[in-house]
């Protein structure tokens, strides 16, 4: 199910959960909706919504997820470097890969990589399978990448040969 909206995002349901709790005079049913947004140029968002119907679930996540978005760094079509995100009991590995590789992912994390405009990626989820942390997870790996390395990174020739000595 992926919408086009009309300020240029794009939107997918990942997942629909039926919670229900119960109370004293019996039992109250209510849904969890986890969807991710993003233009298909490097930005996106994943929002969790909560409601007792599932359209306005969806809603809510959407609004949530239009408040998180990240600026996902690119080369090319793919990602700059390896990296592991971790989030709760869930762990996910993205690595670049070449082009014409595609998305080798499962479905939370292809959904999000879609939805990014990574279109070469390899992936592996390490750990809980769980979609609300694997998508938070992918989520905390890509705020972690970047293109270049910074200034302060960098170790100095000097500490080098001072460590070496």
Do not use: W, Y
Request: charged content about 25%; overall charge positive.
């Amino acid at each position: 199910m992926v919408e086009r909206q009309e300020i240029g995002f794009l939107e997918k349901v990942i997942a629909i959960k039926r919670v229900t709790k119960t109370n004293k005079g019996g039992k109250t049913i209510s849904f969890n909706a986890l969807v991710t947004i993003g233009d298909g140029n490097g930005e996106v968002g994943v929002g969790l919504g909560k409601a007792h119907e599932v359209a306005d679930a969806i809603k809510k996540s959407i609004k949530h997820a239009r408040r998180n978005m990240i600026k996902v760094p690119l080369r090319g079509a793919t990602i700059p470097h390896g990296i592991v995100g971790h989030f709760g009991a869930s762990r996910i590995m993205l690595k670049p890969a070449s082009e014409g590789t595609g998305v080798i992912a499962g479905g939370v994390v292809r959904a999000i990589c879609e939805m990014a405009g990574i279109k070469d990626i390899l992936t592996k989820s390490l750990g809980s399978p769980t979609p609300i942390n694997l998508a938070r997870a992918t989520i905390v790996a890509f705020s972690e990448l970047r293109l270049k390395r910074k200034e302060d990174e960098k170790p100095k020739v000097e500490e080098v040969k001072d460590a070496a000595t």
